[in-house]
C-alpha cells in the first residue's frame, strides 16, 4: 500500500467520523442510534449485568467483618419502619375519606415501568445510565427515575427502545427537594465522590441530621414525595443568606441493575 | 463495549480505568494507521453514543491520537520502548479529563473541581499506566501478524 492511498484512507476515515460527530451533535443520528440500540446494547447488556454482579460480589466480600453490625442496623430500621408503615396506611385511609368527604380527586399511586440498566457512563466523573426502555413504553424527558425505594435520577434522552438517566450524583444535576419532617425546601444537587448537597435552604427554616430528604414536586414531571435519601450534617453560617445539607442516598452506581420509571399518576 | 459496561459497573478504587483509550494508543502503536484510525472511529463513536455528554470527545480523543502516532512514525521516533505508549496514555488521559471538566464548568456555570477531582485523575492515570504496560506485550502479539506501521504510515 502506498503512501498516498494510505493518507486517502485516513482523510475519508477523519471525514466520516467528524460528519457523525456533528450528526450526533445536532441529534441526527436516528437510523445509527437504531442500528446501536439493536447491535451493541444487547451485548453490552450482558457485560452490564456481569459486572453490576461482580461489582456486588466484591462489596460484599469487603463488607464482611460489619455484616453482623449492618444486619442489627438494619433488624431496628425494619421494625422502624413498620411502625411507620401502620401509621401511613391509617393516615392515608383518613386522607382518602376526607378528599371524598370534600368532593377532591383522590390520588393514586403514580404509574411505573420496570427497566434494566444496560449501558453505564464510560468515565469516572459523569453519572448516567441507559436502561432498556424508551418511548415505546411511554418513557419521556423528565420522569424520574427510582431504584429499591430512593430516587436515583431523572430521564435526560429517550429513544424508541431506550433512554438516557442523570442521575443524582452528577454534578450537572438539579431537583426541587424538601426536608420530609419539618418542609424546609431548597435545590438538591449532585456532588461527585461526594454524596448530595441541598443547598438554597433559607436561614429560618429547620433541618436536622437524620431528616428524609424527598422531592418538592415543583414543576415538572417528577412528583412530590419520592425519597432521595437523609440529611447527614448542616452547614449553616451566620451572614450568609442560605444554609446548605449534606445528604446521603443509599444507591450506589455499581449496584444499579434495575430500575422503576415513574411515568406519573 | 467493556468500557460502557463492565468497568464502569465495576470502578477499581472508585474510577472507571480508559481501557479503550489504552487499547487504541497500543494499536496505533502496532499497525497502519490508517486502519488504526479505523478503529478509532469506530471504538469512540460507539462510546460517544453510550455516553451522556460531550458528544464527539471520545471520538475526537482517539482519533487525534492516532493521527499522532502516525506523525511519530514519519517523524522517524523510536516507538518499541514502552515509554512513547506511557507518555501518549497520560496525555490522553489528562486532555480526556480536562475535556469533561471543561464541559461541566460550561454546563453548570462553576468549577466543579476539587481535591478529590484531582486524587481521582491520579488514580485514574496510575491505574492506565499499569494496563498499558500490561496489554502491551499482549496487543504486540495479537497483531504481529497484520500490516507494518511502517508500510502504510511511515
Redesign the interface.
Same mark, same amino acid.
Given at each position: 500500500?502506498n503512501?498516498s492511498r494510505?493518507n486517502r484512507?485516513?482523510i475519508i476515515?477523519?471525514a466520516? &467520523?467528524a460528519l457523525?460527530?456533528a450528526g450526533?451533535?445536532m441529534g441526527t443520528?436516528g437510523p445509527?442510534?437504531v442500528v446501536?440500540d439493536h447491535t451493541?446494547v444487547p !451485548?453490552?447488556?450482558?457485560?452490564?449485568a456481569?459486572? &453490576?454482579t &461482580?461489582?456486588e460480589a466484591?462489596t460484599n466480600l469487603s463488607r464482611v467483618s460489619s455484616l453482623a453490625r449492618d444486619n442489627a442496623r438494619l433488624e431496628r430500621e425494619n421494625a422502624d419502619l413498620r411502625q411507620r408503615l401502620a401509621a401511613d396506611a391509617e393516615t392515608r385511609s383518613d386522607n382518602e375519606l376526607l378528599r371524598r368527604q370534600l368532593g377532591l380527586d383522590v390520588a393514586g399511586a403514580p404509574r411505573r415501568v420496570g427497566a434494566e440498566v444496560?449501558?453505564?457512563?464510560?468515565?469516572?466523573?459523569?453519572?448516567?445510565v441507559?436502561i432498556n426502555k424508551g418511548s415505546k413504553s411511554s418513557v419521556a424527558p423528565g420522569m424520574a427515575v427510582m431504584s429499591e425505594g430512593v430516587l436515583i435520577g431523572s430521564i !435526560?434522552d429517550v429513544q424508541a427502545s431506550t433512554a438516557?438517566i442523570?442521575l443524582v450524583t452528577?454534578?450537572?444535576f438539579k431537583i426541587a427537594a424538601k426536608d420530609q419532617d419539618t418542609g424546609a425546601s431548597g435545590i438538591l444537587r449532585g456532588q461527585?465522590?461526594?454524596g448530595l448537597v441541598l443547598d438554597e435552604i433559607g436561614q429560618t427554616e429547620t433541618v436536622k441530621p437524620g431528616d428524609s430528604v424527598t422531592t418538592a414536586g415543583l414543576g415538572g414531571q417528577v412528583p412530590p414525595g419520592l425519597l432521595i435519601g437523609s440529611v447527614q450534617s448542616v452547614n449553616t453560617r451566620a451572614n450568609v443568606v442560605f444554609q446548605s445539607a449534606q445528604v446521603e442516598t443509599e444507591f450506589r452506581?455499581?449496584k444499579l441493575r434495575f430500575v422503576d420509571v415513574v411515568l406519573g399518576q | 463495549m467493556l468500557q460502557v459496561s463492565l468497568l464502569p459497573a465495576l470502578r477499581p478504587l472508585g474510577v472507571v480505568p480508559n481501557l479503550a483509550l489504552v487499547i487504541i494508543v497500543l494499536v496505533a502503536l502496532n499497525s497502519a494507521t490508517s486502519q488504526a484510525v479505523l478503529a478509532a472511529a469506530a471504538g469512540g463513536l460507539v462510546i460517544d453514543m453510550a455516553g451522556g455528554s460531550a458528544f464527539g470527545l471520545w471520538v475526537g480523543a482517539f482519533v487525534l491520537m492516532t493521527l499522532v502516532v502516525g506523525l511519530l512514525v514519519r517523524a522517524g521516533v523510536e516507538l518499541d520502548g514502552p515509554l512513547v505508549p506511557l507518555v501518549l496514555v497520560t496525555a490522553g488521559t489528562v486532555v480526556m479529563t480536562l475535556a469533561i471538566w471543561s464541559s461541566l464548568v460550561t454546563r453548570s456555570g462553576g468549577l466543579p473541581v476539587s481535591v478529590a477531582w484531582s486524587g481521582r485523575l491520579a488514580l485514574e492515570l496510575v491505574i492506565n499506566l499499569i494496563l498499558t504496560l500490561m496489554l502491551r506485550p499482549l496487543i504486540a502479539w495479537a497483531l504481529s501478524g497484520g500490516g507494518s506501521r511502517h508500510e502504510s504510515g511511515g
Open positions: 500500500m503512501r494510505a484512507r485516513i476515515v477523519v466520516v &467520523a457523525l460527530v450526533g451533535i443520528l445509527v442510534r446501536f451493541v !451485548v453490552a447488556n450482558g457485560f452490564a456481569a459486572g &453490576a &461482580a461489582g466484591l444496560v449501558l453505564f457512563s464510560p468515565d469516572s466523573y459523569r453519572q448516567f441507559t !435526560v438516557r442523570m452528577d454534578p450537572e461527585l465522590g461526594n452506581v455499581g | -
